[in-house]
């Protein structure tokens, strides 16, 4: 069993549709992370989150909007996306107190996310 | 920029078998290097994170190098088994980033 927990497990959306992916922790964590991973691909960052701060945006497009309404919590909130935007997403924390510190990354199971 | 490469990209041994998966990378300036195990349709498991000041870390059946001066890690699994057939991807970690993973070695240990 994962200490990252997400849900939901998948989401099949149309690209018209408003749809939120959520994470959480309890190991007191306070760096967060939302990873993007095509199929038979590596996972590639899109957004880190300190404290409760955003801290990193690898350049995500605007579609994809997070949020971190406290230090337990991590919300990935999706609008209008593209079927090339179906993916697994992955979301991880760490114990880091700055971002790109030197602690292990703890990760949940993903959402497996479908764009009809 | 940091790359981060695995070889083989996919490897079938027969149970029983020990072997090494290898993981290089392009910068040394490195903070740690993380070896994760992912099933298919599933996340990531931490199996070993080695720091850049050690030399490698043992896990079980599951034993992790480091050398950052030819910027290389590797995972030697002993005596395998059917339940370790996986993708095992390495990433790398640096200042003011989070991983850079390496694309993974597909695993298959037959019985």
């Known amino acids: 069993d994962t200490e990252v927990t997400q849900t939901p497990k998948h989401l099949v959306m149309g690209m018209t549709n408003k749809k939120s992916l959520k994470c959480e922790q309890h190991?007191?964590?306070?760096?967060m992370y939302w990873y993007k991973q095509k199929a038979k691909k590596p996972p590639e960052l899109m957004f880190v989150?300190?404290?409760?701060?955003?801290?990193i945006n690898e350049s995500v497009p605007s579609r994809f909007s997070p949020e971190c309404p406290n230090s337990s919590l991590l919300n990935l909130h999706l609008h209008a996306l593209q079927p090339e935007d179906s993916a697994l997403y992955l979301c991880?924390?760490?114990?880091?107190?700055?971002?790109?510190?030197?602690?292990?990354?703890?990760f949940g199971d993903g959402t497996r996310l479908s764009i009809l | 920029k940091q790359e981060v490469t695995q070889i083989p990209a996919a490897l079938s041994v027969p149970e029983g078998e020990n072997l090494v998966l290898n993981c290089s990378f392009t910068?040394?300036?490195?903070?740690?290097l993380q070896w994760f195990r992912q099933d298919p349709g599933k996340g990531l498991t931490s199996l070993l994170l080695?720091?850049?000041?050690?030399r490698e870390q043992t896990s079980g059946r599951l034993n992790a190098s480091l050398d950052k001066s030819s910027g290389r890690s590797t995972l030697y699994i002993a005596a395998s088994q059917p339940g370790d057939s996986a993708t095992y991807l390495c990433?790398?970690?640096?200042?003011?980033?989070?991983?850079?993973f390496g694309k993974g070695t597909t695993l298959s240990v037959s019985s």
């Open positions: 910068d040394s300036a490195i903070y740690n």
């Open positions: 080695i720091q850049s000041s050690q």
């Open positions: 990433a790398a970690r640096q200042a003011g980033t989070a991983l850079i």
């Open positions: 190991m007191g964590h306070r760096a």
């Open positions: 991880a924390s760490s114990q880091d107190r700055r971002p790109g510190g030197d602690q292990p990354q703890h």
């Open positions: 989150y300190s404290y409760e701060k955003l801290s």
